[in-house]
């Protein structure tokens, strides 16, 4: 299933977004197990590397697009605490990064997300902890 049709299934929109214009593309979401990849060139801080906040901006994506596939239909992911450790610089190429579960619970749930570099070297390790809940009537999020 592509990206855009899992988004759409969610009620939710790539299209205008932070993702969007990081370039943040999702190459495969199920429960369980999301991977999206992130171009280095134009997020990178003043040395030239990647910058630690954009790693950060997949990380939190990922996490939180896991988080809202457990989460269900009627519900919504809302992040509430992320970390991140980073290893190591990228300075060119893209850079992969893969949300798994920590804890799925039906309240909270908490994801572990390894960002690599084409060489599959670590760049950073982040954690991700989402609140689950119902989706506002008539909101944005109202699916």
């Known amino acids: 299933m592509a990206a855009e049709d899992i988004l759409s299934g969610l009620g939710i929109s790539a299209a205008g977004t932070l993702m969007e214009r990081m370039g943040i593309e999702i190459v495969e979401a199920k429960l369980g197990r999301v991977v999206g990849r992130m171009p280095v060139a134009g997020n990178t801080q003043p040395y030239g590397l990647l910058h630690g906040g954009a790693s950060v901006v997949l ?6 697009l896991a988080a809202a596939l457990h989460a269900g239909p009627d519900r919504v992911a809302v992040g509430v605490e992320v970390s991140a450790a980073h290893h190591r610089a990228a300075r060119d190429g893209i850079v992969t990064g893969v949300a798994t579960p920590l804890s799925e619970g039906s309240n909270l749930a908490s994801y572990d997300i390894v960002i ?4 599959d ?4 390790t982040a954690r991700l902890t989402c609140m689950l809940r ?5 909101s944005a999020t109202d699916r």
């Not at 990380?59 to 939180?64: Q, V």
């Not at 119902?134 to 008539?138: K, L, R, S």
């Open 116 to 119: 690599t570099d084409e060489q």
């Open 121 to 124: 070297r670590r760049i950073c």
């Open 134 to 138: 119902t989706a506002a009537p008539g």
């Open 59 to 64: 990380a939190e994506s990922l996490g939180s």
